[in-house]
């Protein structure tokens, strides 16, 4: 049997370990899955433990994101481009490759999931840390006719704005400046959902029929989530499909096999209501 982890720190809710031994059950695959409490302070030698072990493969999440980019021998271009990783993988001659699996999560939940068409959509996104620096490039590369970021500390913003800049059409912005503006989807990348706040969002930022989705996920609706039920969204949902797909991604990368997500993000969302 394979073995395969998530490190991080809270750990104990993940819903990792069953959505892996979920995707294990459907695809017949001889694996176990373990969630591990793993702070940065220890991360790169519980890294190096879990593959010296004969461990497979490697899930990270808060805070351990950027440590396991550094960590890695490789990384594919995707991970480059988002300095993240969540998904470390050993390879045949022992090396760790480091990919970052968020994005394309984020992408398939949207469009295939939920049919939100990007190209030549007026996207926002509230946040500048490290969650929307993985999502803007795959965003960019469905050619959206304007990608802004807005953020408190609008300096962050532009940071990532220039750093994407050559991928596609990105600024920045801060929330004085979102007066008269109109989007088809807001994705909220901001930390300030789960503790229950919002950033201050002017009214009518949304389209009427646009979208809104919170990276975040909690059983109840998540602060932002409600914000766009409000503001006539048409779909205003959560992060909970995007943790399906990124872990569908990464199992692929595993093991070669690609799960069938909808049963299993369906099965999620019966288990919280
Ligand atoms: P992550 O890795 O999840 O992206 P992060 O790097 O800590 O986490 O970034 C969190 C983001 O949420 C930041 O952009 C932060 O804004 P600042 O850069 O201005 O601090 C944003 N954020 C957190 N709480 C917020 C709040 N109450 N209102 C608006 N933005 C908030």
């Not at 008269?180 to 901001?190: H, M, S, V």
């Not at 646009?210 to 992060?239: E, I, M």
Request: proline share 4%; hydrophobic share 40%.
């Amino acid at each position: 049997i394979e073995h395969y982890a998530v490190f991080g720190q809270p750990i104990s809710h993940s819903k990792s370990p069953r959505i892996h031994k979920l995707f294990a059950e459907q695809t017949g695959q001889l694996m176990d899955y373990v969630a591990q409490e793993v702070p940065a302070e220890t991360f790169a030698a519980a890294t190096s433990r879990f593959f010296a072990d004969g461990g497979k493969g490697l899930n990270c999440t808060v805070p351990l994101k950027e440590l396991a980019w550094q960590y890695a021998d490789h990384l594919t271009e995707r991970a480059r481009q988002a300095k993240a990783v969540n998904t470390l993988v050993c390879q045949a001659d022992d090396s760790i490759l480091g990919d970052n699996t968020d994005g394309i999560g984020l992408l398939n939940d949207l469009t295939i999931n939920h049919g939100i068409t990007l190209n030549g959509a007026k996207i926002l996104i509230l946040g500048a840390g490290g969650a929307t620096r993985g999502v803007v490039p795959p965003l960019l590369e469905q050619q959206p006719s304007t990608l802004i970021i807005v953020n408190r500390n609008a300096g962050k913003a532009q940071a990532i704005a220039e750093d994407f800049a050559e991928l596609g059409a990105v600024h920045a912005c801060d929330y004085a400046n979102l007066t008269d503006r109109q989007f088809d989807l807001i994705i909220n990348a901001t930390s300030a959902s789960l503790s229950g706040d919002l950033p201050p969002l002017p009214e009518a930022l949304l389209k009427t029929g646009g979208s809104c989705y919170d990276l975040a996920y909690a059983n109840q609706a998540t602060a932002f989530v409600t914000w766009g039920l409000a503001n006539n969204a048409a779909q205003s949902l959560d992060g909970l499909g995007m943790l399906v797909e990124q872990a569908a991604e990464a199992f692929f990368i595993w093991r070669g096999v690609r799960p069938q997500t909808s049963t299993i993000i369906g099965l999620l969302n019966a288990e919280r209501e």
